[in-house]
């Protein structure tokens, strides 16, 4: 799987647009890129994830750059309870490899 | 709302006794994660189960460590002996696989073992 990179942390205003970055340059064809977060002391939560088109739910988006180098997860409302360390993952999609390999990922604290 | 539930959800205990920890994943998801996190190794993965036989479990500890299904509501999570270094919250995760369904993990709360 290929490895990802993201900020240690981020600050984000409450009611503003969270965006986290993740690096992901040696990606390949078949790699998808999946979000999780985790709030303090929870198990981790699945957010989104997606190929090459950038991905839309009820929770975030995914925009994915052309070249699949990086993506951007946006919360498009931050609330205090979205305060979290957010993980990045790119990892095939393959039946029989379902392992998740967690990074430091990014903590986000939301500011009231 | 259906959820992965673990017990106990706090464990304290001396080195030496033997752990064991209970996971019941989503009825109906097939697929069962075990995970440990430490502040050290952060979150990492011991061992998976598909339809109850174990299909990974190169992170886990063969000499202490033992992971089993008996029946497709229970996965458990022995440590035997314990040990200091065991300390960690571990969790469990389930999913579902096959039929084109995507590949998603809901996590449990957790259990968060301290060995003495």
């Known amino acids: 799987d290929a490895k990802t990179t993201q900020p240690p942390s981020m600050d984000c205003a409450e009611g503003r647009a969270a965006n986290l970055p993740c690096n992901h340059s040696t990606i390949s064809g078949n790699e998808y890129v999946y979000w999780y977060r985790q709030i303090h002391s929870q198990g981790p939560q699945y957010i989104i994830h997606g190929l090459k088109n950038n991905e839309t739910n009820e929770m975030a988006s995914l925009i994915i750059t052309e070249d699949r180098k990086s993506s951007t997860l946006i919360l498009p409302h931050a609330t205090l309870r979205d305060t979290a360390v957010y993980y990045c993952?790119?990892?095939?999609?393959?039946?029989?490899?379902?392992?998740?390999?967690f990074g430091t990922g990014t903590r986000l604290t939301i500011i009231p | 709302d259906a959820r992965v539930t673990q017990t106990p959800r706090h464990k304290v205990t001396e080195m030496g006794q033997e752990v064991t920890m209970r996971c019941q994943p989503i009825?109906?998801?097939?697929?069962v994660f075990w995970y440990r996190q430490t502040m050290m190794q952060g979150l990492e993965l011991l061992a998976y189960f598909r339809n109850r036989a174990p299909l990974d479990d190169s992170g886990m500890p063969k000499d202490r460590f033992s992971a089993e299904m008996p029946d497709a509501t229970l996965a458990t999570l022995k440590i035997q002996p314990s040990e200091p270094r065991d300390s960690a919250v571990y969790f469990c995760?389930?999913?579902?696989?096959?039929?084109?369904?995507?590949?998603?993990?809901?996590f449990g709360p957790g259990t968060r073992l301290t060995v003495l």
């Open positions: 993952i790119v990892r095939v999609d393959h039946f029989g490899n379902e392992k998740l390999t």
């Open positions: 009825l109906g998801h097939n697929t």
């Open positions: 995760a389930s999913g579902h696989r096959g039929g084109g369904s995507t590949d998603t993990q809901y």
